[in-house]
Each structure stands twice: as C-alpha cells, then as structure tokens.
C-alpha cells in the first residue's frame, strides 16, 4: 500500500499543450460586476489572446490561448465564480485567420493614396484695374 501512495504522489503534472486552442465556458453572471470580474481573471491568465462574450444572455465567455490548459482556468474560475461550466474546447477556425491573412495581404499591396491639390487657376481679366495707386 505503501507504494500505491507513493507512485501517486510522484506522478508528473500533465503539460499543456502549445498549440491554439479555442474555449467557451458557461458561467453565471447576473450582472456587469461579474462579468467584468471573469473577463479580467481570463486576461490576467498566461496564453490567454482574446476574450469575448457569447450567447443569447452573455453568459458564455470565449476566448483563444496559445499553450493553455482550460481544465485549470475552469478550476480557477469555479473557485471565484461558484458555477463554472466548459461547453467546447477545440481548435480556432483557421478560416478566420485565412481571410485576415488576405485582407491584410491586400492592404499591403494597395498602392498609397495621394492626393494632389488642384492647382491655381490664373485669371485675366480685360477691365483697367481698380486701384488708383497703380
């Protein structure tokens, strides 16, 4: 028995992994001190890129981290919310990334934009002039 616990205790932590991972949690927030209260805890957290609010009641946050590990964010979040639930953990749409890609590929082939005043047209004029000095 004595080994059973020992080999338990001494078990490595599982490592996250580094690539991209999209979460969405369900929490229960009644109002804008709670909800602010989340966004500001996922921010603070290490890998965490973006963050932002879904559902027909805001009461699911996603957000994008880069070697993250949702089941202790989840954990964390449980501690100071109370009801903390993960709805999907996957991989962000790459299709997403894809067309921000190309439009900022256009954006940088775009010529720049100059402009050019219009010049000053002269004028004739066939009366005497009016000032008396000249």
Not at 30 to 38: D, F
Not at 47 to 76: M, R, W, Y
Not at 88 to 115: C, F, L, R, S, T
């Amino acid at each position: 028995m004595d080994n059973f616990f020992q080999c338990f205790h001494l078990r490595p932590r599982v490592q996250a992994s580094n690539g991209k991972k999209e979460v969405v949690l369900r929490v229960q927030m009644e109002n804008t001190e709670k909800r602010s209260k989340v966004m500001k805890c996922l921010v603070k957290w290490h890998g965490v890129i973006s963050v932002s609010l879904k559902g027909k009641e805001n009461n699911e946050i996603a957000f994008v981290g880069e070697g993250i590990d949702p089941v202790s964010i989840t954990q964390k979040l449980r501690k100071k919310m109370g009801s903390v639930e993960m709805l999907k953990v996957a991989a962000p749409d790459k299709d997403k990334d894809k067309d921000k890609d190309k439009e900022k590929e256009a954006d940088i082939n775009k010529p720049p934009w100059i402009y050019y005043p219009p010049l000053p047209q002269p004028i004739y004029s066939n009366s005497e002039p009016t000032c008396s000095i000249l």
